[in-house]
């Protein structure tokens, strides 16, 4: 107590010292220095031809690939070369999806100290934050097929936990969620009823059904398989339909266009692998096996598997691990890298 008063006793008496001085310019006003986006102080650059963690997306006309590399997105050509970065800067942006028609791309972005779901021209331009809010982390933003919304995992745990699909128009505004009322009714595993997680929203032609990934609770150790599970959302009755009952899970789903074709992320022998669904006859088998390994043990923030694209046409998948980009053909499983150099 002693020395508490003396310390105050002598920074009440004492003047300015130079360095507190330094904040206070001639007009007596404190100089703001953490407004946001911060100002960079330096940069690092250099070249590389890897990277890790890739979403992508690509685009309605297959000419396209748009990737996220070091909280930054670039657009490629299908074919390969050199990747052309679109946003910079201090923000970590990632999980781009192109809109239906090509004109606007979803993505996240912190920019403002928090992460939110924000839409920008294909060269970057014109960037708009479509959700507000400093309190909430998102996942996998992706377009209805009509273009006019958008819909996220989003939650607002401290932990990265409890994510609820939400819907949000292309323009903005509060936002709805999906799958509040989901209480685990035929969810897997033990504790329904509570802690049901939704992630990674996928679509084929009918704006109707949304696909994901459903999750009962859990968290930490001794988590029993299967956590994940494959689930559609009907828009129209708010009824949830579970789709597959795999001991290694099953996670981050991709329709082809014309809603032939289903690609997910399971684990099988403690590796991680896409399988390959024919939705019109049930067939099922490994498309490629194995990838990368999933996140079902820790907490998923960008969700359980990196986003992968069908090819307009539906006869290849794109997606990345290793480091690097494919393109898997649908028929033979073949994976064929797409090379890319992009400096950061």
């Known amino acids: 107590m002693l020395v508490l008063a003396v310390c105050l006793s002598t920074?009440?008496?004492?003047?300015?010292?130079?360095?507190s001085t330094a904040l206070f310019a001639d007009t007596g006003k404190t100089k703001k220095t953490d407004s946001l986006p911060l100002a960079t102080t330096r940069s690092i650059d250099f070249e590389t031809a890897e990277g890790t963690w890739i979403s992508l997306d690509i685009s309605p006309d297959g000419r396209t690939i748009a990737f996220e590399l070091m909280g930054d997105i670039y657009t490629l050509p299908i074919g390969g070369g050199t990747a052309t970065r679109i946003t910079a800067g201090p923000p970590f942006d990632s999980q781009p999806r192109w809109s239906p028609d090509g004109r606007r791309i979803v993505f996240l972005r912190d920019r403002d100290g928090a992460e939110n779901v924000w839409t920008m021209d294909p060269d970057g331009s014109h960037p708009k934050a479509v959700s507000k809010g400093d309190a909430s982390l998102y996942a996998s933003p992706e377009w209805t097929p009509d273009g006019n919304y958008i819909v996220v995992s989003k939650t607002s745990s401290p932990l990265g936990s409890n994510y609820q699909l939400w819907m949000f128009h292309k323009d903005g505004g509060s936002g709805t969620?999906?799958?509040k009322d989901d209480k685990g009714d035929g969810a897997t595993g033990q504790g329904r009823g509570t802690n049901i997680n939704s992630l990674g929203a996928a679509f084929s032609r009918d704006p109707r059904y949304v696909w994901y990934a459903r999750k009962r609770g859990g968290f930490g150790y001794n988590l029993q398989l299967p956590q994940w599970e494959l689930a559609i959302y009907d828009r129209q009755t708010g009824k949830v339909f579970p789709q597959t009952?795999?001991?290694?899970?099953?996670?981050?789903?991709?329709l082809s266009s014309d809603g032939r074709w289903l690609v997910y992320a399971t684990r099988h022998d403690a590796e991680t692998g896409l399988r390959l669904r024919n939705l019109q006859t049930g067939d099922e088998r490994w498309l490629v096996w194995p990838v990368q390994r999933d996140d079902q043990e820790s907490r998923f923030t960008r969700d359980l598997m990196p986003g992968s694209s069908f090819t307009p046409d539906g006869q290849a998948l794109v997606t990345s691990y290793g480091g690097k980009i494919w393109r898997v053909d649908v028929a033979t499983g073949k994976a064929t890298e797409i090379p890319f150099s992009a400096k950061v």
Do not use: N
């Open 11 to 19: 920074l009440s008496a004492s003047p300015a010292s130079s360095a």
């Open 177 to 179: 969620s999906l799958t």
């Open 245 to 254: 009952d795999l001991y290694g899970s099953a996670m981050r789903p991709v």
